[in-house]
């Protein structure tokens, strides 16, 4: 089954189940200057949960496009390391605004995995995790699903830990939460990894595939939780990750989506090995790049704009140590367009721009480019210990560009860490020396806040024809 096929699929089930097909929202949420970027299907139907917002309809689903690079959910770090992971990747989901609720979401999702009029997915590679209070979730499978019971694992909200699961999903700081059961795929004994709320659960061997969400709460922001005037239903579940299954094979980077990609990149690094960290790296990174763009985000110093400098240099960076020739990134964009291009026709239209976008950042960035990969080297060869200090980490952003997650990039791949804490001071050190000369600072130095007014920019230039012209006129 195709990728779009499975996209459609899920829209006609859950369409046929009376719920509304919504269009994705853009990846700049709307009127939420609390959030990054839209992480979730939910994110444009937030203030449905809260009531606040009224539609026409109590049920809808969607195919809904994500960033996960910065705040709360953000897997930038994860993305060449893990099969499931990508920046950029589309959520499928349907959700109920106080209309139906766990019985009838949790049999919505397993009508649509295993019936074979459906998916057809075998019950027995599938697995569920339930809140660890949640009865009612564990009887539901249970009794009336008839999941037996070693295949359902109650699990609670591990604060704190990396990856492991955490039955209590929130969309960030704020704003709707609740309880959720997920839904894991058994990829097979061969790979690596124990189930959910084992301590192999981080391998690849058991993958999260579904995540149902009972959005009960609202957390405010001094950690209140206020019960929400209807409990409500918000699902997700990663389009990649199921096509991989569909498709038979176990990493999200093996799918349809992205075999163009990959070759398109083999051909411009001279990468030959599709299952290449850098490679993928570069074809994860080309697609929210490029969606970023499409947006209406532009590279910058702060905010929303210096999370995308941060991944478009990354990528740089990557096709670099491939030996790639230097502006070979914004290249990959009618390949992604070529793919993408019939989901998405923003893509197309704006082949052009989100090309130009790319080559300058590509072409500003050539210039320090290896001069700082030179310092970084001969800071790595010198080193006593594991750990890079943050003064040198600090040189090569303040000097070089280089974002410190690519200093920690590097850092990684040779088995080092890098001194974050000493980043941060060498940045804190400049700023009050900035300010004592009378200098304004601005916000540069962690990056990932959010600077309000100019960022909500690209987002009116998309609303506002006349000045999307003006955006794009080359
Ligand atoms: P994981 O534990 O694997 O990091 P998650 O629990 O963070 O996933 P959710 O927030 O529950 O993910 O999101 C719902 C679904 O979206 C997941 O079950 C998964 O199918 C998909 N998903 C989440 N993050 C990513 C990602 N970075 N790349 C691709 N798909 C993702
Ligand atoms: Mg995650
Ligand atoms: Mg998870
Ligand atoms: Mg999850």
Redesign the pocket.
């Known amino acids: 089954m195709k990728s779009s096929d499975i996209r459609k699929a899920f829209l006609d089930y859950f369409a046929s189940k009376g719920h509304e097909v919504v269009p994705s929202s853009p990846l700049i949420p709307g009127n939420d200057p609390t959030l990054l970027f839209t992480?979730?299907g939910m994110v444009q139907f937030k203030d449905c949960f809260l009531g606040k917002d009224q539609r026409s309809y109590t049920r809808a689903t969607s195919s809904q496009r994500?960033v996960?690079a910065g705040g709360k959910?953000n897997?930038l770090e994860?993305?060449g390391y893990?099969a499931?992971?990508?920046?950029?990747?589309?959520?499928l989901g349907n959700f109920s605004f106080g209309d139906y609720f766990k019985e009838d979401a949790i049999k919505f999702a397993w009508e649509f995995l295993t019936s074979p009029q459906w998916l057809n997915l075998p019950t027995e590679k599938l697995m569920v995790t339930v809140y660890a209070e949640d009865d009612e979730a564990y009887d539901i499978w249970n009794k009336q699903v008839g999941v037996p019971a070693d295949k359902i694992v109650r699990i609670g909200d591990n604060k704190g830990a990396r990856?492991a699961?955490?039955n209590f999903?929130a969309m960030g700081d704020t704003g709707p939460c609740g309880p959720?059961t997920?839904?894991f795929y058994d990829h097979g004994e061969h790979i690596w990894g124990g189930p959910p709320g084992s301590p192999e659960e981080d391998g690849d061997r058991f993958?999260?595939?579904?995540?149902n969400?009972f959005m009960q709460f609202e957390r405010k922001e001094n950690g209140d939780m206020i019960p929400l005037p209807k409990p409500s239903v918000d699902?997700?579940?990663?389009?990649?990750?199921?096509s991989a299954i569909m498709q038979g094979v176990h990493s999200?980077y093996e799918i349809d989506l992205f075999q163009a990609l990959l070759k398109a990149a083999g051909e411009l690094t001279g990468c030959k090995d599709s299952e290449n960290k850098s490679l993928r790296v570069i074809a994860d990174h080309i697609r929210s790049t490029s969606f970023l763009i499409v947006d209406g985000v532009l590279p910058s110093n702060e905010g929303r704009g210096y999370v995308l400098r941060r991944i478009i240099r990354r990528a740089i960076r990557h096709g670099h140590m491939l030996g790639a020739p230097l502006g070979f990134f914004h290249k990959l964009v009618p390949a992604l367009a070529e793919q993408m291009g019939d989901a998405y026709p923003e893509l197309v239209t704006l082949t052009a721009h989100v090309q130009k976008v790319l080559r300058l950042e590509e072409e500003q960035f050539a210039k320090t480019l290896d001069k700082g990969m030179g310092i970084l080297n001969e800071a790595i060869a010198g080193l006593k210990g594991d750990t890079i200090p943050g003064e040198t980490a600090f040189k090569l952003y303040d000097t070089y560009g280089f974002p410190f997650d690519l200093t920690a990039d590097v850092a990684r791949e040779r088995d080092l860490k890098v001194d974050e804490d000493g980043f941060n001071a060498a940045m804190d050190k400049q700023r009050e020396m900035a300010r004592a000369a009378g200098n304004f600072a601005g916000n540069y130095g962690k990056g990932l806040e959010i600077d309000g007014s100019t960022e909500f920019l690209g987002y009116t230039q998309l609303e506002n024809t006349g000045a999307v012209k003006a955006l794009f006129k080359d």
């Open positions: 992480n979730a994500c996960r959910h897997d994860n993305v893990t499931r992971h990508h920046t950029f990747f589309e959520m990856y699961s955490d999903w959720c997920e839904i993958i999260e595939i579904w995540n969400v699902t997700g579940m990663g389009l990649e990750r199921i999200n």
